[in-house]
């Protein structure tokens, strides 16, 4: 069983920046990919970015480039540092874990994750 617990929401302006964390407890943190999606109301979860045990990264279209995701597999945390916010990026932020991705493997869609955190509102204001 992993337990994902995120940290870091808030309300930003828009040009801002914040940094989320999501600390991983349960089984061994360096072997998952780990994932961010995002949600809004009356919309599907949407992938905002993931990174593999191999630490490739990967990113939506509509985040690259302002969004970076990094991982201490030390302190079992991953972190979404969010650049040049806008207001469409408000949202519930997820962060989940495949605990059964191969090394080198890619994670975009929400099936392929296997646990998920409760969730962080961010709000930014234009």
């Known amino acids: 069983q992993v337990h994902l617990v995120e940290s870091g929401g808030g309300w930003m302006q828009a040009g801002g920046s914040l940094r989320l964390s999501c600390a991983a407890s349960?089984?061994?943190?360096?072997?998952?990919?780990m994932g961010w999606f995002r949600q809004t109301p009356g919309k599907e979860r949407e992938f905002v970015a993931a990174?593999?045990?191999?630490?490739?990264?990967y990113f939506a279209d509509s985040v690259k480039g302002r969004f970076t995701i990094s991982r201490d597999n030390a302190k079992n945390t991953v972190y979404l540092q969010m650049n040049s916010l806008k207001p469409e990026d408000t949202a519930v932020y997820y962060c989940?874990?495949?605990?059964?991705?191969?090394?080198?493997?890619?994670?975009?869609?929400?099936?392929?994750?296997?646990?998920w955190g409760q969730g962080t509102q961010v709000t930014v204001s234009s």
């Open positions: 989940a874990a495949d605990v059964t991705a191969k090394y080198y493997s890619v994670s975009y869609s929400l099936g392929e994750y296997d646990y």
């Open positions: 349960g089984g061994t943190f360096r072997n998952y990919a």
């Open positions: 990174i593999n045990p191999s630490v490739s990264t």
